[in-house]
């Protein structure tokens, strides 16, 4: 069974950090792509960062600098360590896998399977 499953949410005050991690079941994550989408209340949900299958990485304009997306192919994981977060960076992150070849790295319809999501809370 195919299954993305995210950790590491939780709060923290503005300024600090957090490692999410995105773990895959039932199939590879290496040498495919995978995204970090958010969403906050209200708001539609966005691209945070993807890694393509050979490892070309696009992150949003937003967390340029402050969040890096790396893999650990011996665990089938994919991190997210998010430093100098920001109250707007407060979300629910998702993790998702395997873009549609030649699709938008920020659609979040490009993605095929998904995680149910891990709440980041950042107090100012």
């Known amino acids: 069974q195919v299954q993305l499953v995210e950790s590491g949410g939780g709060s923290v005050q503005a300024g600090g950090s957090l490692r999410l991690s995105c773990s895959a079941s039932?199939?590879?994550?290496?040498?495919?792509?995978v995204g970090w989408f958010r969403r906050a209340p209200g708001k539609e949900r966005e691209a945070v960062v993807v890694?393509?299958?050979?490892?070309?990485?696009h992150y949003a304009d937003s967390v340029k600098g402050r969040f890096t997306i790396s893999r650990d192919n011996p665990k089938n994981t994919v991190n997210l360590e998010m430093n100098n977060l920001k109250p707007e960076d407060s979300a629910i992150y998702y993790c998702?896998?395997?873009?549609?070849?030649?699709?938008?790295?920020?659609?979040?319809?490009?993605?095929?399977?998904w995680g149910q999501g891990t709440q980041v809370t950042v107090s100012s």
């Open positions: 998702a896998a395997i873009r549609r070849p030649g699709s938008s790295w920020s659609d979040p319809a490009d993605f095929r399977y």
């Open positions: 890694i393509d299958d050979y490892g070309s990485i």
């Open positions: 039932g199939f590879s994550l290496t040498y495919k792509s």
